[in-house]
Each structure stands twice: as C-alpha cells, then as structure tokens.
C-alpha cells in the first residue's frame, strides 16, 4: 500500500528564510502527489499537486517536483513569511486508490 | 458553492453521550470521506461513500461508529457511548470519482473533545 515519510518537525526559521520540507513516499503504480497545508483550528487546503514524472506543482511561491526516480516530493519555498506558519502534509495517491495517505505532517513556525 | 461545510465546528459531550456530525459536501461532488486527527498526528482515513454507497471502512471504526449519507448528499457521522479516546478533530472531505489528479476538498472540521 501507499505509504509517506515527512521530515520531521518543528521547523523554526526566520522571515525570508529558504525552505525545505523532505517527503518521500511508497506507493504501487504512479501516484499523484499532493502538498496540503493546515492552519491552527482549519481543516486541510490544497497547496499543490503533482500528476505525473517531472510534473511541477506551484502555488504561493511554494513549489515541489515530482521525482519519481527518488521517489520524492520536497516542498521548497525560496522567501518564508509569517503567515506561512502552519502544518505542512504530503500525502500520496494512485489512480483507483479511494483515499489520500497522510504523513504526520511537519509544523512550521516562522518568526519576524 | 462555499466548499465542504461541517457542523458544529465544537463539541464538547460528556463520557458515555452520543453526538453527530453533519457533513455538506460540494454539490457536485460524489465521494465523501471521513477522516480523523488527533492532535499533532496526520488525518486518519475512517470510512467513505459514493454517492449513498458506503465502499470502505477503517478499522479505526469501531461498532460505536456509524456514518450515513442517505441520499447521497450530505452525511452523518455518529459515535455512541463515547469515550475519552475519541476527542479528535472529525473532518469531512469530498471529491468526484476520478477526481485523484485533483485532490479533495477538506472541511474546517468538528472539533470534539469528551469530558
């Protein structure tokens, strides 16, 4: 089955910081890949998705390639700000597959 | 359409109750999906439908568990007896069969906790 690895957190970076959340993921077939991003007391909103091999997803100054060679999808953003403070999730899945695998997320706090 | 609405957005019920959870999908969509989150965990698949089907349920759901989505619209999400275990953040998400390329569309979520 569909399993995901996220870098573990928190994360803690100033303002206009560089940043990377790692995710890796196992998954039978060729998955889509989706970054979510989740508020304090929010549900989840897509951040970005990822349909196929080489595919950048991009949105908010967020970006992630999908590498199906390492089997990663790392989030990157070049300029963090404080209201990019939230949880982070990857999550994986395959075309038939009825449900989205989540990681246990990775908390971003960002400081001024 | 103003996305997945859920309702309450807090509950707080007394050990041995039994609440519900209200879930309103976007109209068009026809699959819903029940999740669970603990507090600093990952959403945890609990069951879904499509249209008034339900197709698969977690393990995590136990006998006290029902959910419903009688005329494939909106759905219900009932715990009997509850138990201390079961405070969590509930959330409902939906999407359209084939819809995987697309990702769901999540609710703001039920928060229950039990007292």
């Known amino acids: 089955g569909n399993s995901v690895t996220q870098m573990e957190g928190p994360v803690t970076l100033s303002e206009e910081a560089f940043l990377t959340i790692n995710c890796t993921y196992t998954a039978t077939g060729y998955p889509s890949l989706f970054w979510y991003v989740q508020y304090p007391g929010e549900g989840l909103q897509l951040l970005l998705k990822?349909?196929?091999?080489?595919d950048k997803g991009s949105n908010k100054g967020f970006e992630a390639t999908y590498r199906k060679e390492t089997t990663s999808f790392h989030l990157e953003k070049g300029s963090v700000q404080v209201s990019d403070s939230a949880v982070y999730f990857c999550?994986?899945?395959?075309?038939?597959?009825?449900?989205?695998?989540f990681g246990q997320g990775t908390r971003l706090t960002i400081n001024p | 359409d103003t996305g997945v609405s859920q309702d309450p957005r807090h509950k707080i019920t007394k050990r041995g109750q039994n609440v519900t959870f209200r879930c309103d999908p976007i109209s068009e969509h026809n699959r819903l999906y029940w999740y669970r989150q603990t507090l600093g965990q990952g959403p945890e698949f609990l069951t879904y439908?499509?249209?008034?089907?339900?197709?698969?349920k977690s393990r995590l759901l136990s006998d006290r568990f029902s959910a419903e989505r009688p005329k494939g619209s909106f759905s219900t999400l009932e715990i009997q007896r509850t138990e201390q275990g079961d405070s969590a953040m509930y959330l409902c998400?939906?999407?359209?069969?084939?819809?995987?390329?697309?990702?769901?569309?999540f609710g703001s979520g039920t928060r229950l906790t039990v007292v």
């Open positions: 439908f499509q249209n008034e089907a339900q197709l698969e």
């Open positions: 998400a939906s999407s359209l069969v084939g819809g995987q390329g697309h990702g769901y569309t």
């Open positions: 999550a994986p899945t395959i075309q038939g597959a009825q449900k989205l695998v």
């Open positions: 990822a349909t196929k091999a080489d």
